[in-house]
């Protein structure tokens, strides 16, 4: 006899737990430059402004090819690289005991903790300043892609790594 389409068994059709996409592993595989859109979009005022922050990095990218005439998605790529903290610690311990413990950071929380201090660094540097916020975030690539002590994000990833050195 055979089978309608309608009468397979269950077993045909599901995929095994393991198999199954995981949702937290899914912004592994957006672009790069989407999610530094994204970043950009932080601070109430700016939530859900998506244009707005594809301009502000379209403006920087711009200004990034005129200082350095380098393409200025390598030196986001750079600066993503150079900007997030290799060594992190973490609190261990309980009942009233609680002790730091240096710890490796992985690599998708690298680039995001990467991101966030970029970000945070230009947008401290543009508020209540003459410099725009493309302005500002050129300046923090460019010196986050040098390795310079004047990037925000370079300052903030040798404190954590030099408290990290610390704990271990």
Excluded at 29 to 55: D, E, Q, T
Excluded at 116 to 140: H, P, W
């Amino acid at each position: 006899p055979t089978t309608s389409p309608l009468r397979t068994p269950r077993c045909s059709s599901l995929t095994p737990l393991a198999a199954m996409p995981r949702a937290g592993l899914r912004r592994t595989s957006a672009p790069l430059l989407s999610v530094s859109f994204n970043c950009m979009m932080y601070h109430g005022r700016n939530n859900g402004k998506k244009i707005l922050a594809v301009r502000i990095v379209k403006h920087a990218f711009e200004i990034i090819n005129l200082m350095t005439d380098q393409n200025p998605i390598q030196i986001l790529v750079t600066a993503i690289k150079n900007g997030g903290a290799r060594e992190d610690s973490t609190r261990i311990g309980g009942a009233g005991v609680v002790r730091r413990q240096a710890v490796d950071v992985s690599p998708l929380r690298r680039i995001d903790a990467s991101l966030y201090l970029i970000t945070t660094g230009a947008r401290q540097a543009a508020f209540r300043n003459l410099k725009t916020v493309s302005e500002c975030l050129a300046d923090e690539l460019i010196n986050c892609a040098k390795g310079s002590a004047n990037s925000f994000a370079i300052k903030k990833k040798d404190e954590i790594e030099r408290v990290a050195k610390g704990n271990r």
